[in-house]
């Protein structure tokens, strides 16, 4: 039988956790409602961190998590990863400085123009390996060929050509 914190508990229980941190009823979970959830769940996060995490878990890159976000992340084996390791979310805080960095209109995306000077960044900073251009590259990091980048498909596309 699984537990409520397990990633594979009921949809019913995931909906409901989803649903007892959205104080306020409005279909999302922002950074305070995290804040509480994160807590409740025994991890202190200081206040300053909130959003880096919540950019990881934010797919859609509007600043808040929407029911099917939270889902992805609860039935993520890696969820809690991020919390539990000092350098990972030491790791995510500078990737999302970085992001903020390259995010010019603070949209919470990158748009491609965006994109291609923070490839060059990472490449000449030997962040990244230079083996594909940065029109592949784009084309690799948009998952969901929406024509932009959020932070977690970011993260995601970080995380793989850092580990090669």
Same mark, same amino acid.
Do not use: H
């Given at each position: 039988?699984?537990?409520?914190l397990?990633?594979?508990?009921?949809?019913?229980? !995931?909906?409901? !956790?989803?649903?007892?941190?959205?104080?306020? *009823? /409005?279909? &999302?979970?922002?950074?305070?409602?995290?804040?509480e959830?994160?807590?409740?769940? *025994?991890?202190? !996060?200081a206040?300053?961190?909130i959003? #880096?995490?919540?950019?990881?878990?934010?797919? /859609? *890159?509007?600043?808040?998590?929407e029911?099917?976000?939270?889902? &992805?992340?609860?039935?993520s084996?890696?969820?809690?990863?991020?919390? +539990?390791?000092?350098?990972?979310?030491?790791r &995510?805080? +500078?990737?999302?400085?970085?992001?903020?960095?390259?995010? +010019?209109?603070?949209? *919470?995306?990158?748009?491609?123009?965006?994109? &291609?000077?923070?490839?060059?960044d990472?490449?000449? /900073?030997?962040?990244?390996?230079?083996?594909?251009?940065?029109? !592949?590259?784009?084309?690799?990091v948009?998952?969901?060929?929406?024509? +932009? #980048?959020?932070?977690n498909?970011?993260?995601?596309?970080l995380n793989?050509?850092?580990?090669k």
């Amino acid at each position: 039988m699984a537990s409520s914190l397990d990633a594979s508990a009921p949809e019913m229980v !995931v909906r409901s !956790v989803f649903k007892k941190y959205d104080k306020d *009823g /409005n279909g &999302t979970i922002a950074q305070r409602e995290l804040r509480e959830l994160l807590m409740d769940l *025994g991890f202190y !996060v200081a206040a300053e961190d909130i959003p #880096v995490i919540l950019k990881e878990i934010d797919e /859609n *890159g509007r600043g808040t998590i929407e029911m099917n976000e939270f889902t &992805t992340w609860w039935r993520s084996n890696t969820r809690f990863a991020t919390l +539990q390791s000092p350098q990972a979310l030491e790791r &995510t805080r +500078q990737a999302a400085s970085y992001f903020k960095y390259f995010d +010019q209109d603070k949209c *919470g995306m990158l748009s491609k123009a965006e994109f &291609t000077p923070m490839y060059a960044d990472l490449l000449k /900073n030997k962040l990244v390996p230079a083996s594909i251009s940065a029109d !592949v590259a784009f084309k690799t990091v948009d998952r969901n060929n929406s024509g +932009q #980048v959020s932070f977690n498909e970011f993260m995601v596309w970080l995380n793989t050509v850092q580990s090669k």
